[in-house]
């Protein structure tokens, strides 16, 4: 067989590898929660230059209900879902158990709506629910405190609070969540406003029933002082081959915006994706060219 019949087979085995690669790593990656509202709705995350208050966050909710109700949006049940959430530290301890210090990420709104964590017994708690005396805790907190996961129902201390465990969740084994906490134990609570919260990150399922809508309405509320993210929309095609000439750039930081550890995994993902779809361009490419090339020395 002719070397360039060889190379053609080669390539052309390469090109249906890197494609299958690519769309397999997709749709790993792919975030469905936001779709899991409807086709159209859109998920949005804000990251402001400047830590929000509570007060902060009912303004802008405020400002996007005005904004849906002047557009004409109404629904029987509603219309948007938000979370919002900030990170700190807590001293932590159960029973008997000496003290120790733990990551502490305060949660509110429907934030166990739109994230997901690998629960190993328990549920997690709600905006909603009766009590506001539940919390989350990871499975490296929960044998240092009991001795195992099955700690549901169990008191706990946190910062001279009182507790009751919810549900037990596995540490996300990633890079990111392995840059923010180590391999400190980590605490998930209900946000209380009396606790003068600051928050680092916001993030909004609303509808979008054209393209670009709900990003342009949560832009506006949120100001020029915030990073806004369309989620829904990360992974899409369009946005990969935009993000294919940004990656020399992609380190530069010209803002004052700490992002939590979901948000720079998925920032690493969509540069991952961004070179394998680059690569697989390539060998596409490669392997159009063998074929033509083929075809026109057969003409000769």
Known sequence: MKIRYVVFICLLALALISVGVFFGMREAFSDTRASSFGNDYARIAIYPEELITYDGVNAFRVNIDERLISDSHSAEGRLWYDGFISFGKASVSALE?????????????????????????????????????????????????????????????????????????????????????????????????????????????????????????????????????????????????????ELPYRSYVTRDVAFPWFENNARGNLDTLSIVLALTLISVTAFAVSGVYIIIRRKK
Not at 138 to 162: A, I, N, Q, W, Y
Not at 173 to 202: H, T
Not at 220 to 244: C, M, P, Q, W
């Open 97 to 245: 158990s000496a003290s120790f210090m733990a990551e502490k990420i305060t949660v509110g709104g429907d934030f166990f709506t739109l994230y997901d964590l690998d629960f190993l017994s328990g549920t997690p708690f709600y905006s909603d629910d009766n009590y506001s005396d539940r919390i989350v805790i990871d499975e490296r907190c929960s044998f240092r405190l009991f001795g195992s996961v099955d700690s549901v129902d169990m008191p706990v201390t946190v910062d001279s609070k009182e507790y009751y465990v919810a549900g037990v969740f596995r540490a996300e084994d990633s890079k990111a969540w392995e840059l923010q906490f180590g391999e400190a134990p980590v605490v998930i609570l209900p946000d209380r406003i009396a606790d003068g919260n600051l928050y680092s990150a916001y993030e909004i399922v609303l509808p979008d029933p054209v393209n670009n809508y709900a990003l342009g309405v949560v832009s506006e509320a949120a100001g020029e002082n915030a990073v806004t993210v369309d989620v829904t929309g990360r992974y899409s095609l369009k946005n990969l081959f935009s993000h294919i000439s």
